[in-house]
């Protein structure tokens, strides 16, 4: 086992204790019909109302959903799981209320509960049945809404609760802040490695996650390495270095929101133009695209993600790389908020052509990409783990149908699910970060 | 006043004010709804061009996805395609809208403008009975996905029935038909006949957003 396996190893253990850490929070059923309505309504917007009212139930959204896919059941179809926002959407906000109201059901507390299992375990917001829809119907961001609701319903599954009200109350993901920081850059710096940190001024700061900094280090580093190499003045700050926002996952608004503008406040005292965000889907969206919305402003500096970053270094020919000669072939996982979500698809494609990679698409890639599974905090939650498994196998069965030699992505989460999904299945087919690929691969 | 005096009388003008009005009301109630601006720096500026495009291919068959949903979205097509041909060129119809909007245009022959009907009839019942028993659609269906096909396939039925001489006298028939298409036009604001007003900008909304992401959606 090498270290980058023993340290998964340990973090499966550590995901595996998670929801004993969870405090319930007592509320009346009363209370949270309440507070998921009030959330639902300040939630939706015309888009949302457009959406809910062209709906035509015609079904289609199913074939897109992998986990509908994967198993057949008919409660996994995408617009199923929004069952409650759209009822109550039909009651309380929609045009012809007064007339629906009567023949529109009541949220019940028991119902919000019951569909805990199919916003959380079942979903992992992969739009890609937004890509399905012949109305044109976004569901995804309605997903949030959903999600939104139960959050404040207390309803967040307890694995994911622990990790929101850990990033909420204390500023850390999967308990790892400063310390933890600068322990594993500490042992990075052994082998080489130079992290300038807190820098008073730089011109990029760059983010990580704590499951770089528990699991994939190597991609810390990697990035690290690029930086030097380019000579570029950055920086890594230790009060906010986190990139992943878990409010955005659970469902929880004020969460989200606080832990985004913290990071805004950090970078803009820092006096940066850009920001890199490392290979993390969701904390691409959390920060290129709700970024700017949850601070309430236009952000200050340009968010990048690392392939972004890699792709025009490489392409304005300041990052240099040796291309392999191997005759290596790989296919790339599109993380679902950077690709589908988030618009980056070229990018890291660009540099894998660069490094002189025979590229392999899978059938289903780009705006058609399948999700690893287990995105969206999905991959935390205990309970589902079957079900991952099973949209995993979907996945599995794309890559290995590209006979690539190896699977590339650009997002640690999709990393460890598809390392959990292939250590379940025996699977043998290496995954690794581009990031990883770059650094070792600099032209001399 | 006989039935299809009435019929053709104050039944007709009030579902058409239900109709206009419902529909009038409905979309702009729903375009009232609050806009959130996204404060996101876009990464394409053509939420236009964006927008229309997605309004285009949302329309196009051969969607990579729909390997298993042949059947409903072919059938969509045919549907709608013979429904439009029976109502837009039968030559009574034409002169019903001549009478409205003060001009017409030329029809089919009977026998295509039957066959249509009668293909529309048909699918639209293989569609309902499809929904009542594919596990999909009859967990997400309610009573309005059935109301809504009915009230479309029974317009239609009557429309056939009349046109045979098959029911009753044809006055009695005409004035069936000319209610039952009035029970239409006084369900489509209530219901998800809706869709052929609001798909144009949820589609439209769907492309410009993504399109700022630069995502082709």
Known sequence: MNGEQGALAKFRESLAALGERVTHVEMSDEERVRRARAAFTSGLDVRMAVDLETCIHCGMCAEACHFYEATEDERYTPIFKLEPLRRHYRRELSPMRWLFRPFTRKLSAAELAAWQPLVYDACTGCGRCDMMCPMGISLSPMINVMREGLAAAGLVPDELQAIDAEQRDHGTVFGVGEAELRQRIASLEKDGVVIPLDKDRADVVVLTTAVEVLVFGSTLAATARIMQRLGRDWTLLTAAFEASNVGLLAGDRAARRQATRKLVERVAACGAGTVIVPETGHAYQALRWEGANDAGAALPFEVLALSEFLAREVEAGRLQLAPVTNGASVTYHDPCRQGRQGGVFEEPRSVLKALGLELRETASNRRENYCCGGGCGEYVIRRAAPLRQKAFEIKKHEFDSTGADTVVTSCANCRVNLAIGADNSGWTRPVRGLAELVAENLAD | ?217
Do not use: C
């Not at chain 2, 005096?5 to 003008?13: I, K, T, V």
């Not at chain 2, 709608?80 to 109502?87: E, M, Q, R, S, Y």
């Not at chain 2, 089919?108 to 009668?118: D, K, R, T």
């Open chain 2, 1 to 217: 006043m006989t039935l299809l005096d009435f019929a053709r009388g104050p039944a007709l003008q009030w579902s058409l004010f239900i109709l206009v009005f419902g529909v009038v009301w409905r979309v702009a109630g729903s375009l009232l709804f609050m806009l959130r601006k996204d404060l996101s720096k876009a990464r394409r500026r053509k939420s236009v061009q964006d927008g229309m495009t997605v309004i285009v291919t949302r329309s196009l068959p051969a969607h990579p996805f729909e390997k298993r949903i042949r059947f409903q979205h072919y059938s969509g097509y045919a549907w709608h395609i013979t429904l439009f041909i029976a109502v837009l060129f039968f030559a009574p119809h034409i002169l019903f809208f001549k009478s409205l909007l003060g001009f017409g245009w030329p029809g089919l022959p009977n026998g295509f403008i039957l066959i249509s009907a009668a293909v529309t009839l048909a699918i639209l019942l293989a569609l309902i009975i499809r929904r009542a028993t594919n596990p999909v659609l009859r967990t997400i269906s309610n009573a309005d996905d059935y109301i809504s096909v009915l009230v479309v396939a029974i317009a239609t039925l009557t429309g056939i029935l009349s046109f045979a001489h098959i029911g009753g006298r044809y006055e009695t028939m005409l004035a069936i038909h000319l209610l039952s298409v009035e029970a239409l036009f006084v369900w489509f604001p209530f219901g998800k006949l809706m869709h052929t007003a609001l798909v144009w900008p949820a589609r439209y909304q769907a492309g410009a957003a993504y399109g700022r992401r630069g995502v082709k959606a």
